[in-house]
């Protein structure tokens, strides 16, 4: 049974003007690293930029620490001068914030997922 989903969750239309910067796939750690390359940015110039210390973005990035929360990680993007969703943890996020409203929808991925059939693109029935 098809499900419509009315909710629109809003992203930028792009990320950035470098095409190297659009959404990244990577887990946060190696998103960060592509991006601070992408800018010829070290950790001490994102440590001024969004005053989180060095250590703690080294612990984020090698995952001594775990994921960034919203907050910590919106610093950190707009210290790289990425938008939030660039890092595939915070689009995850909203995708979950969405999928609370819309159950139905949540209940037929679920479904797909448990019966091996979510797969890319999505195969309408």
Do not use: C
């Not at 990577?26 to 998103?31: C, E, K």
């Not at 990680?73 to 938008?83: C, D, K, P």
């Amino acid at each position: 049974m098809p499900v419509t989903v009315s909710r629109r969750v809003a992203y930028p239309a792009r990320v950035s003007a470098d095409p190297a910067l659009e959404w990244s796939i990577q887990p946060f750690g190696p998103a960060l690293r592509a991006a601070l390359t992408a800018r010829g940015m070290s950790f001490r110039d994102l440590e001024s930029r969004s005053l989180v210390p060095v250590g703690n973005l080294h612990d984020h990035v090698s995952g001594k620490r775990g994921v960034p929360g919203d907050d910590l990680m919106r610093r950190i993007a707009e210290g790289v001068g990425v938008e939030p969703a660039y890092f595939r943890e915070w689009r995850e996020r909203r995708l979950l914030e969405a999928l609370h409203g819309v159950p139905e929808l949540e209940l037929e991925l679920s479904r797909r997922v448990a019966e091996g059939r979510l797969a890319w693109p999505l195969a309408s029935e």
